[in-house]
């Protein structure tokens, strides 16, 4: 008799306990699976522009057949520095991922978003565009050198 109570509380317990199939709970549910493709999160809203060259000092550049790896470093070297906290080469953060940036942006236009990120916010329409989908963070001006940003522009190129 006392067995047969225990294996009937028992029985009890655990179905009380039980979630049932599809039944809701109340509260929240973190999922930690993936519901978008990066790439389609990366432009969403965005229009890929390769003819704006942007508002700025920097009205044409060309880059070189072959990667400079010595300005690519010093690139490097400036980008882990600085634009880390906000970018990363292949996922969305603050700011836009920099792997195949120029596919997107012209290279005088992302030369002009870092030497004058400021006009380029208040006037340009891809950078107005970004601002939006990033939900108003800006890009702060880091008061780099035309050299300092070329040798970054340089390095977005390995990415």
């Known amino acids: ?60 550049l060309d880059f070189a057949e072959e990667i400079d790896t010595e300005m690519a470093s010093r690139g490097e070297a400036q980008f882990n520095a600085i634009c880390v906290a906000c970018h990363m080469a292949e996922q969305r953060m603050i700011g836009p991922a920099m792997k195949g940036v120029y596919e997107r942006r012209s290279p005088e236009w992302v030369m002009n978003m870092m030497l004058n990120p400021n006009g380029m916010l208040k006037d340009d329409p891809i950078a107005k565009a970004l601002l939006k989908e990033y939900n108003n963070a800006i890009m702060l001006n880091q008061n780099l050198t035309e050299d300092q940003a070329r040798d970054i522009a340089e390095y977005l190129r390995t990415l």
């Open 1 to 60: 008799m006392k067995k047969l109570v225990l294996v009937l509380a028992l029985g009890a317990f655990m179905t009380g306990c039980g979630e049932k199939k599809g039944e809701k709970k109340d509260g929240f549910e973190v999922s930690r699976s993936k519901t978008a493709d990066k790439k389609e999160m990366a432009n969403e809203g965005v229009p890929v522009d390769l003819d704006n060259k942007g508002i700025g000092p920097v009205k044409n």
